[in-house]
């Protein structure tokens, strides 16, 4: 009875008021209920509400003494007049009606209505600081088609509820507050009201830090080591190269997340600097290794060279030659000794070399004495001499021919040696400077998380 002679002559067409110069105020409460998606490429929200809208209808009121105290009804929202309340920024396709739910309707015309929704609404996404970002997104409700002077919105609380907020998994809310705002459009003259729930969102980066951030740093540690292989390995640029290789697959899956924004992300600024740090270092690394092979038709070291790196650096890095070592001074010894032998050794062939040109000289003047003196009577037996003299003198020139090409074999082989130590101690250097880089930039971007 009360429900036919409610909606007997009523029309839910119709403003309720019964003066139409009345502003009829509607009051907004919004329940953030969970954020079902965050969509960065797309800069798409997309988030469980509850809505609660109330106000009152003039021409649904009632005496409830007459009904047996009935206070309150319960009827199919469509029955009813119903704020045109929309999300301004709403980002979905599909434009459908409200949900038709039930409102609660009082004796004295007051109609609130509860209706759940899933919105998906605008975004601007700041990935600056990507995995270690806070995001701002807007929910804007707002009358279509009534202005401020029809309809006022009133926001209930100064923000959104979060009290029965499902926790997510990938970002903390640290609050939802609620703003005002009266905006006159370029459309129209009349002022028309919103209110505005700004969603404060802070990621959870201990995902993208165990999946992407720490991979890379151990992957960019093992750039430097490419200066510690030995250049004969054959190693070297294919260490880099796999670097580099993998570095760019994490830059993909980065890529595929992010927005195409000018904005790189901090991990991506990361991997860029990472993949030229690498790719300087098998550039680098290419050309030490033609100084190793340099060989023993190259120049000499220079002599700036030799001061500065083979003098000084090979010492701070602690770089020796070969067949040394800092940790067994046994060998050192027992080179020094040999090398003393060496030179005793070469001192005695000297001396040889020298009695033996003094002999030669002496065996020419008493060779010519003899003829001189006894020419007819001993001539068969000088010319024996002579000849043995002159198979003696071959032998030397053979003897200093192969002293020669050993002693020039020694040189270049020791030229070979120097360029070796030379590349072995950029190696060193280069080693250390790229450790120190990839260190910095790996304090510099974790830093980046406090």
Same mark, same amino acid.
């Given at each position: 009875?009360?429900?036919?002679?409610?909606?007997?002559?009523?029309?839910?067409?119709?403003?309720?008021?019964?003066?139409? =110069?009345?502003?009829?105020?509607?009051?907004?409460?919004?329940?953030?209920?969970?954020?079902? =998606?965050?969509?960065?490429?797309?800069?798409?929200?997309?988030?469980?509400?509850?809505i609660?809208?109330? #106000?009152?209808?003039?021409?649904?009121?009632?005496?409830?003494?007459?009904?047996?105290?009935? =206070?309150?009804?319960?009827?199919?929202?469509?029955?009813?007049?119903?704020?045109?309340?929309?999300?301004?920024n709403?980002?979905?396709?599909?434009?459908?009606? $409200?949900?038709?739910?039930?409102? &609660?309707?009082?004796?004295?015309?007051k109609?609130?209505?509860?209706?759940?929704? %899933?919105?998906?609404?605008?975004?601007?996404?700041?990935?600056s600081?990507?995995?270690?970002?806070?995001?701002?997104?807007?929910?804007t409700?707002?009358? #279509?088609?009534?202005n401020?002077?029809?309809?006022?919105i %009133?926001?209930?609380l100064?923000?959104?509820?979060?009290?029965?907020?499902?926790?997510?998994?990938?970002?903390?809310?640290h609050?939802m507050?609620?703003?005002?705002?009266?905006?006159?459009?370029?459309c129209?003259?009349? $002022?028309?009201?919103?209110?505005?729930?700004?969603?404060?969102?802070?990621?959870?980066?201990?995902?993208?830090?165990?999946?992407?951030?720490? $991979?890379?740093?151990?992957?960019?540690?093992?750039?430097?080591?490419?200066?510690?292989? $030995?250049? =004969?390995?054959?190693?070297?640029?294919?260490?880099?190269?796999t670097?580099l290789l993998?570095?760019? &697959?994490?830059?993909?899956?980065?890529?595929?997340?992010?927005?195409?924004?000018?904005?790189?992300?901090?991990?991506?600024?990361?991997?860029?600097?990472?993949m030229?740090?690498?790719?300087?270092?098998?550039a680098?690394? !290419?050309?030490?290794?033609?100084?190793?092979?340099?060989?023993?038709e190259?120049k000499?070291?220079?002599q700036? /060279?030799?001061v500065?790196?083979?003098?000084?650096?090979?010492? !701070?890095? +602690?770089?020796?030659?070969?067949?040394?070592?800092?940790?067994?001074?046994?060998?050192?010894?027992?080179?020094?000794?040999?090398?003393?032998?060496?030179? &005793?050794?070469?001192?005695g062939?000297?001396?040889?070399?020298?009695?033996?040109?003094?002999?030669?000289?002496?065996?020419?003047?008493?060779?010519n004495?003899?003829?001189?003196?006894?020419?007819? &009577?001993?001539?068969e037996?000088?010319?024996e001499?002579?000849?043995?003299?002159?198979?003696?003198k071959?032998?030397?020139?053979?003897?200093?021919?192969?002293?020669?090409?050993?002693?020039?074999?020694?040189?270049?082989? /020791?030229?070979?040696?120097? #360029?070796?130590?030379?590349?072995?101690?950029?190696d060193?250097?280069?080693m250390?400077i +790229?450790?120190?880089?990839?260190?910095?930039?790996?304090?510099?971007?974790?830093?980046?998380?406090?």
């Amino acid at each position: 009875m009360l429900f036919n002679e409610l909606f007997e002559d009523y029309s839910n067409a119709l403003r309720p008021v019964e003066d139409t =110069d009345k502003v009829l105020n509607v009051t907004l409460q919004i329940t953030l209920s969970q954020i079902k =998606d965050m969509d960065e490429r797309n800069q798409i929200l997309t988030a469980y509400l509850w809505i609660r809208q109330s #106000w009152y209808d003039a021409y649904l009121k009632w005496d409830k003494e007459k009904y047996d105290g009935l =206070d309150s009804i319960r009827i199919p929202s469509n029955l009813v007049w119903r704020p045109d309340i929309v999300l301004y920024n709403k980002a979905d396709d599909d434009f459908s009606e $409200p949900v038709n739910t039930n409102v &609660v309707l009082r004796y004295d015309g007051k109609i609130t209505w509860d209706a759940p929704a %899933i919105t998906k609404s605008s975004c601007v996404v700041d990935v600056s600081y990507f995995p270690f970002d806070s995001q701002q997104c807007n929910l804007t409700f707002g009358s #279509w088609t009534y202005n401020g002077n029809q309809v006022d919105i %009133i926001n209930t609380l100064d923000s959104g509820d979060l009290s029965d907020f499902v926790e997510d998994v990938e970002w903390e809310i640290h609050g939802m507050p609620a703003v005002k705002n009266v905006i006159t459009y370029g459309c129209c003259s009349e $002022p028309y009201p919103d209110v505005t729930f700004t969603l404060i969102l802070k990621r959870k980066s201990s995902f993208y830090i165990f999946n992407l951030l720490l $991979p890379c740093i151990l992957i960019s540690f093992l750039a430097p080591l490419g200066f510690y292989l $030995p250049a =004969d390995s054959g190693e070297k640029v294919s260490l880099g190269v796999t670097v580099l290789l993998a570095l760019t &697959v994490f830059q993909l899956m980065v890529a595929e997340i992010m927005p195409p924004s000018e904005n790189v992300p901090l991990i991506g600024k990361y991997y860029i600097a990472t993949m030229t740090m690498i790719t300087a270092s098998t550039a680098l690394t !290419i050309i030490i290794m033609n100084v190793h092979h340099c060989g023993s038709e190259a120049k000499p070291v220079p002599q700036w /060279a030799r001061v500065v790196i083979l003098d000084y650096m090979s010492k !701070i890095f +602690f770089v020796y030659d070969v067949g040394e070592n800092c940790t067994s001074p046994r060998r050192e010894k027992e080179q020094e000794r040999g090398l003393e032998g060496g030179d &005793v050794c070469r001192g005695g062939d000297r001396k040889s070399h020298l009695s033996n040109r003094n002999d030669d000289g002496g065996l020419k003047e008493n060779l010519n004495g003899n003829l001189n003196k006894s020419f007819g &009577v001993h001539g068969e037996n000088v010319r024996e001499n002579v000849n043995c003299c002159s198979c003696y003198k071959m032998l030397i020139k053979n003897i200093e021919y192969i002293a020669n090409c050993i002693r020039d074999h020694k040189a270049n082989r /020791a030229k070979g040696i120097e #360029w070796k130590k030379v590349a072995k101690v950029m190696d060193r250097f280069f080693m250390w400077i +790229f450790f120190i880089m990839v260190f910095f930039m790996s304090v510099l971007i974790i830093g980046k998380a406090g």
